[in-house]
Nanobody, 123 residues
Framework: QVQLVESGGGLVQAGDSLRLSCAAS????????MGWFRQAPGKEREFVAT????????GYADSVKGRFTISRDNAKNTVYLQMNSLKPEDTALYYC????????????????WGQGTQVTVSS
């Protein structure tokens, strides 16, 4: 099991950038695939991005492809989500998640979740 704590959310204007961070506890962080998900009010939690344990593979939802970048620093036990050209429809609670296996875009595929960090984009 790994404990996850997200940070970096906030209130920004459309077109701005934010970088989210997810700090993980545990010595085996480097063996976990990681994912970012988001949930807007009244909507289901949805996939945003995923990264393999080595960082050699990344995957994105079509809605964020070309604007968001997921990365990780295994020495710091941290995964990041760089979000550029933000849109009002990106407003949501953003969660990071860990999976002791290969990458996945499925919510049910992840074992451990953080509490989330709020991102609000005004028009």
């Amino acid at each position: 099991q790994v404990q996850l704590v997200e940070s970096g959310g906030g209130l920004v204007q459309a077109g701005d950038s934010l970088r989210l961070s997810c700090a993980a506890s545990g010595r085996t962080f480097s063996s976990y695939a990681m994912g970012w998900f988001r949930q807007a009010p009244g909507k289901e939690r949805e996939f945003v991005a995923t990264i393999s344990w080595s960082g050699g593979y990344t995957g994105y939802a079509d809605s964020v492809k070309g604007r968001f970048t997921i990365s990780r620093d295994n020495a710091k036990n941290t995964v990041y989500l760089q979000m550029n050209s933000l849109k009002p429809e990106d407003t949501a609670l953003y969660y990071c998640a860990a999976r002791k296996s290969s990458t996945s875009s499925r919510v049910a595929g992840y074992d451990d979740w953080g509490q989330g960090t709020q991102v609000t984009v005004s028009s």
